[in-house]
């Protein structure tokens, strides 16, 4: 095949919230086909009516674009296998049923869901799996519309297959069945539609999650039964729980993808996350751009086992991001996530005031985030919270009019400071000098004292940020506090 020709395509079902091995789903797929120049598809698969969801293919292509991974053919773009949802394509699936059917490859299923429900209850109290072409009706009625469609199994034997990933694969016939093709709701069944899908839309490799593979001996059979050459199979590890032992599920921590983007989680993290979750470029080399990742994805490289899913690793890698970005680039993502006292500030150009900030933050952001709960003092006088003063560890040993007295030299101090960092950090210097305390006493009282909060950048840098009336001002603020009662 030439490498042009790949045709990859993401085949999502919208049945509920974007989770992370959901979205690995899309990102490998996207980076095969970009990686070979090909054209990689969005098709949804929306059969499911009972577990549809109204506004999950929305949130799912919102998710999508977020990450870059634009599709050439789908929802919204197009394309020239349109449409791309699958319950627009009904005509298709029949017609390719129709073909089954005249074939003798296909029937009709006669039995009532409580004659099937028995058929179940007797082979599970035998201890047998049940088989329903064990089953299957002698003198099947005419299928039409409204009854399930079964493919009808015709030689049952032993299937050998290759998939790109998991290598050389085999299974006997007992994974063969009689499966249904078209439900009595009138529309195709996973297991039909995407065979008719990826043959219509040319797919070279069918991308999805290792549980498949179960069922590749079903669908190697239809593949025969249809006269179709069956795509490249790539199947993808399982994600596991951090501990290892088992998928990760719901229950296990993993967020939806909505729900990290609102956290804060850069769109580049999160696709260097995801994409190096049972794939790596053979090197220690963990950061990858889009570019990076689109030049180096190879198939041969996605592991067999399951990969872990590591929370901490994506918060390490979410910072490693923030600091990476341009403050600029770093300004346009934190729209929303700034603390509400932000739209409060006086001052005379916020977005410049932001960057500012950024600049400071940047090296000590996890998350976008923080932002909104550690920058508030940035925009807003911070209530005075004497027990913070007094009640700190590094504090304690000073009495109240012990603390005010640091401060008022501070004061003094700043008073007569040039407003760059290099001279404020030289004046603290000769304050602690002068005072003969520590840094960690000092420094600790000036910080509390400016901003009220747990953590703050560089205190120099800090102050020039705040700008020296904003600094004297809640320095005195302070001193009034700690010498009223
Ligand atoms: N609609 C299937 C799912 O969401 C897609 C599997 C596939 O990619 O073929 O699991």
């Known amino acids: 095949m030439s490498k042009a020709k790949v045709r990859t395509r993401f085949a999502p079902s919208p049945t509920g919230y974007v989770h992370i091995g959901n979205i690995r789903s899309a990102i490998f797929p996207?980076?095969?086909?970009?990686?070979?120049?090909?054209?990689?598809?969005?098709?949804?698969?929306?059969?499911?009516?009972?577990?549809?969801?109204?506004?999950?293919?929305?949130?799912?292509e919102d998710v999508m674009l977020w990450l870059g991974l634009q599709w050439d053919e789908g929802p919204v773009v197009g394309g020239p296998f349109a449409p791309y949802h699958q319950t627009e394509r009904q005509d298709i699936y029949i017609k390719w049923a129709q073909k089954l059917i005249d074939k003798g490859l296909a029937y009709a299923d006669p039995y009532s869901a409580e004659e099937l429900q028995k058929m179940r209850e007797e082979a599970d109290a035998n201890k047998r799996p049940f088989v329903y072409r064990e089953h299957r009706p002698e003198n099947p009625p005419e299928w039409k519309v409204g009854m399930p469609l079964r493919f009808k199994q015709t030689d049952l034997k032993s299937w050998h297959w290759h998939d790109a990933v998991m290598g050389d694969l085999s299974a006997g016939p007992e994974a063969l069945d009689d499966f249904i093709l078209i439900k009595?709701?009138?529309?195709?069944?996973?297991?039909?539609?995407?065979?008719?899908?990826?043959?219509?839309?040319?797919?070279?490799?069918?991308?999805?999650?290792?549980?498949?593979?179960?069922?590749?001996?079903?669908?190697?059979?239809?593949?025969?039964?249809?006269?179709?050459?069956?795509?490249?199979?790539?199947?993808?590890?399982?994600?596991?729980?951090?501990?290892?032992?088992?998928?990760?599920?719901?229950?296990?921590?993993?967020?939806?993808?909505?729900?990290?983007?609102?956290?804060?989680?850069?769109?580049?993290?999160?696709?260097?996350?995801?994409?190096?979750l049972g794939w790596n470029d053979g090197t220690e080399q963990e950061i990858f751009t889009m570019a990076e990742l689109m030049d180096k994805f190879e198939i041969?490289?996605?592991?067999?086992?399951?990969?872990?899913?590591?929370?901490?690793?994506?918060?390490?890698?979410?910072?490693?991001?923030?600091?990476?970005?341009?403050?600029?680039e770093l300004y346009t993502q934190s729209e929303g996530f700034w603390p509400a006292s932000s739209g409060t500030w006086v001052g005379p150009d916020l977005p410049a005031y932001?960057?500012?900030?950024?600049?400071?933050?940047?090296?000590?952001?996890?998350?976008?985030?923080?932002?909104?709960?550690?920058?508030?003092?940035?925009?807003a006088d911070p209530a005075v919270d004497l027990q913070m003063m007094t009640g700190d560890k590094k504090l304690k040993s000073f009495s109240e009019a012990e603390l005010a007295d640091l401060l008022q030299r501070t004061v003094t101090k700043l008073n007569d400071t040039e407003w760059t960092s290099e001279k404020i950090q030289d004046s603290l210097n000769e304050l602690l000098v002068e005072t003969g305390k520590k840094p960690v006493q000092l420094f600790s009282l000036i910080r509390i004292a400016l901003t009220f909060a747990p953590f703050s950048p560089a205190l120099n840098e800090t102050m020039v940020v705040l700008g020296k009336n904003v600094v004297l001002a809640r320095l005195n603020r302070a001193i009034e506090a700690l010498t009223s009662d």
């Open 30 to 60: 996207y980076l095969i086909a970009k990686n070979a120049g090909g054209k990689f598809i969005l098709r949804i698969e929306d059969t499911d009516r009972a577990r549809f969801v109204a506004d999950a293919e929305k949130v799912l």
């Open 354 to 379: 932001k960057k500012q900030i950024l600049g400071l933050m940047q090296d000590r952001l996890k998350t976008l985030g923080d932002l909104r709960t550690g920058t508030d003092y940035f925009f």
């Open 184 to 276: 009595s709701d009138g529309l195709p069944t996973y297991n039909f539609a995407h065979i008719v899908d990826d043959a219509e839309m040319e797919t070279t490799h069918t991308t999805r999650g290792v549980e498949y593979v179960s069922s590749t001996p079903n669908y190697l059979a239809l593949y025969e039964a249809l006269e179709l050459t069956p795509p490249i199979f790539v199947s993808f590890p399982h994600i596991l729980r951090p501990d290892g032992k088992k998928k990760l599920g719901k229950r296990d921590g993993a967020k939806s993808v909505t729900e990290y983007r609102e956290e804060g989680y850069l769109p580049e993290a999160m696709l260097n996350f995801l994409a190096t």
């Open 300 to 328: 041969g490289r996605i592991q067999r086992s399951g990969a872990r899913f590591d929370e901490n690793k994506l918060i390490w890698m979410n910072g490693q991001w923030i600091r990476r970005l341009p403050v600029e």
